[in-house]
């Protein structure tokens, strides 16, 4: 299996454009995470899907982020426009299933490492 | 809302040494599961071990192995015969058991196996 597949690796953009990152999770998983690590913050998750619907979305800092799901072998987070603040590493995992009481590893992507200036 | 803290920012040993990672956590779950997961220069995120938290007995995987001290909210994490190529970021997680999957990560270590 390739594995879940992000893109680009990396993006360098300018304040206000649009940045749009891609993920795609391993064949079969029905679950997709998206988390951000930064210096300040660490790791955090942004936004999770289950079967293609947005299950929790608490973690997305601010309206200026949006992340969606079509179908169950893509996802997108987008960002517009874009802040210097949000330069960061953006990474996707995907999961088998996200019942409860399962345990159920999330496999995580390579990342995309976003810079704003 | 559970918290994770590693108190050590950055670490290095010698090869071949053991190297002991430390990591605390705050919730008010009784059931839940950690992990320790390792990012090295590559960046991709990978899971070394993972822990429920209603068995006693402390994982081990080959050269690694936790020390799981449910009251005290404390999981270290053991490297024996410690590798060049262990040298990464090391990040220790919470998970509580059913509902969300979760992940919360605490702020890492950064380990280095000096040669």
């Known amino acids: 299996d390739a594995g879940v597949i992000q893109s680009p690796r990396h993006e360098v953009t300018e304040m206000g454009q649009e940045v749009t990152l891609r993920c795609k999770p391993i064949s079969g998983h029905n679950s997709l995470f998206w988390y951000r690590q930064t210096m300040m913050r660490g790791l955090e998750l942004l936004i999770y899907f289950n079967n293609n619907v947005p299950i929790d979305d608490s973690g997305m800092p601010e309206d200026r982020f949006s992340a969606k799901m079509p179908n169950a072998s893509f996802s997108t987070l987008k960002i517009q426009p874009s802040e210097p603040r949000d330069s960061a590493v953006y990474f996707c995992a995907s999961s088998l299933d996200s019942r409860p009481n399962s345990y159920n590893e999330q496999f995580f992507g390579p990342g995309t490492r976003l810079t704003v200036l | 809302a559970q918290t994770v803290t590693q108190s050590q920012p950055e670490m290095s040993v010698q090869e071949a040494e053991t190297v002991t990672l430390s990591c605390t956590y705050d919730?008010?779950?009784?059931?839940?599961?950690l992990f320790w997961y390792k990012q090295p220069p590559s960046r991709q995120m990978i899971l070394v071990i993972r822990?429920?938290?209603?068995?006693?007995q402390n994982a081990t995987e080959n050269r690694f192995s936790v020390n799981f001290q449910k009251a005290a909210k404390s999981f270290s994490l053991k490297i024996s015969d410690s590798q060049l190529g262990d040298t990464a970021m090391y990040f220790c997680a919470f998970m509580k058991h059913g509902g969300a999957q979760k992940l919360v990560f605490g702020q890492g270590t950064r380990l280095t196996i000096n040669p």
């Open positions: 822990q429920e938290a209603y068995k006693q």
């Open positions: 919730t008010s779950e009784s059931n839940y599961y």
